[in-house]
C-alpha cells in the first residue's frame, strides 16, 4: 500500500512563494504517474499539474501555468510543486495523488492513492 504524506503548506501574502512536498512509501515511486490536485472552500477538486514516472513530461492546468512547476526526485521518493506568484484564488487544500501507470494524467479518477492534503492560504 503506497502512502503519500505532504507538506509545505502554510500562509503566504499575494505574490509570494511555497514549494510543496509529497514524500511516498509502500511502493515503487519511480513507477508511478504523479499528480497534485487542490480543493477550495465550497468547490469541487480541481487538477493542478502532472508528472509522469520519469520525471520527462508536464502538464499543468491554465490556471497555474507559468506560475507553478512540478518536479519529482525519484531517489527520495518525493514530488515537489514550486508554487510562485501566489494569488489568493490559490487558496485550498492541496493534495497529491499516484497511479499505477508511468503515464501522467490529469483525470482524478485515473489515481490510486492520496495523500491526506495540505493547507495553502494566500493572504491579499
Known amino acids: 500500500q503506497v502512502q503519500l504524506v505532504e507538506s509545505g503548506g502554510g500562509l503566504v501574502q499575494a505574490g509570494g512563494s511555497l514549494r510543496l512536498s509529497c514524500a511516498a512509501s509502500?511502493?515503487?515511486?519511480?513507477?508511478?504517474?504523479m499528480g497534485w490536485f487542490r480543493q477550495a472552500p465550497g468547490k469541487e477538486r480541481e487538477f493542478v499539474a502532472t508528472?509522469?514516472?520519469?520525471?520527462?513530461?508536464?502538464h499543468y492546468a491554465d490556471s497555474v501555468k507559468g506560475r507553478f512547476a512540478i518536479s519529482r526526485d525519484n531517489a527520495k521518493n518525493t514530488v515537489y510543486l514550486q508554487m510562485n506568484s501566489l494569488k489568493p484564488e490559490d487558496t485550498a487544500v492541496y493534495y497529491c495523488?499516484?497511479?499505477?501507470?508511468?503515464?501522467?494524467?490529469?483525470?482524478?479518477?485515473?489515481?490510486?492513492?492520496w495523500g491526506q492534503g495540505t493547507q495553502v492560504t494566500v493572504s491579499s
Open positions: 495523488a499516484a497511479r499505477k501507470f508511468r503515464a501522467m494524467s490529469a483525470n482524478e479518477k485515473q489515481y490510486d492513492y
Open positions: 509502500g511502493g515503487t515511486f519511480s513507477s508511478y504517474g
Open positions: 508528472i509522469s514516472a520519469s520525471g520527462a513530461i508536464t
